[in-house]
């Protein structure tokens, strides 16, 4: 299983440009080929997980088949495959689950909204986390997850926590969560302010084509 998640990461390397495109298809093949044999289902969920960086075509039906599985692991790791796509054609699907009887898939829909900056999965969430009888690693994928989406409802239900916990460990979590939802809202601040300059830069483009003209 440690072999399909190393090659997982090749596979991202491939989809940012660091790896040759055919090294890339043979890696995706050998782990499309163990989805589909009869090999130990946990090692094949790990090769599905692993994929779920690749855009190739059949990835779509490949995850979606194993999303309506009725086996609370094949659908987390569809949702697993999910959010590492980066692909926000998965939203509803990941937001479906987030409110599943089974802890495995809420934690792993969790993370997937996290994953693909879900805006419309922020109050579910909080949602969840009011419930004390929550899971404690879906509490955690559930907050990770909104300081990654980022919202001012997501800021003050971490500073709240905060406020009212002693335990370390959990105060270190929480800073981390907010150091990273600092982080994620500075960073689409910038690309706004990024498109707003291409914009601009558009307009002067045309200004001056009409100029040109005339």
């Known amino acids: ?22 090294t890339q298809q043979e890696i995706e093949d050998a782990l499309i080929s163990v989805i589909r044999s009869e090999d130990n289902p ?41 959010g590492r796509s980066h692909d926000n054609v998965w939203n509803e699907n990941v937001i ?11 934690y792993a829909a969790a993370q997937a909204a996290g994953e693909l900056e ?3 999965a922020s109050p579910i969430m909080l949602q969840m986390l009011e419930d004390e009888e ?3 690693d879906v509490v955690s994928a559930a907050i990770w997850s909104l300081s990654q989406i980022g919202g001012e409802d997501a800021r003050v239900y971490i500073l709240n926590l905060l406020e009212n916990t002693d335990d370390e ?17 500075e960073l689409n601040e910038f690309e706004l302010l990024d498109l707003d300059e291409d914009d601009f830069e558009m307009d002067d483009e045309e200004e001056f084509e009409q100029d040109d003209d005339n």
């Open 96 to 106: 479906s689950k987030l409110l599943d009887d089974d802890p495995r898939v809420r």
């Open 42 to 82: 946990a090692l094949r969920r790990k090769a599905l997980e692993s994929l779920g960086y690749s855009s190739r075509e059949e990835m779509m039906n490949i995850i979606e088949s194993a999303y309506q599985r009725s086996d609370a692991n094949w659908v987390a790791s569809a949702l697993k495959a999910m």
């Open 169 to 185: 460990e959990t105060i270190a979590f929480l800073e981390d969560a907010l150091e990273n939802l600092d982080f994620n809202e």
């Open 1 to 22: 299983m440690e072999a399909a998640n190393i090659l997982g990461e090749f596979v991202l390397l491939g989809e940012l440009e660091e790896l040759d495109a055919h």
């Open 134 to 136: 929550e899971d404690d």
């Open 118 to 120: 879900i805006e419309q």
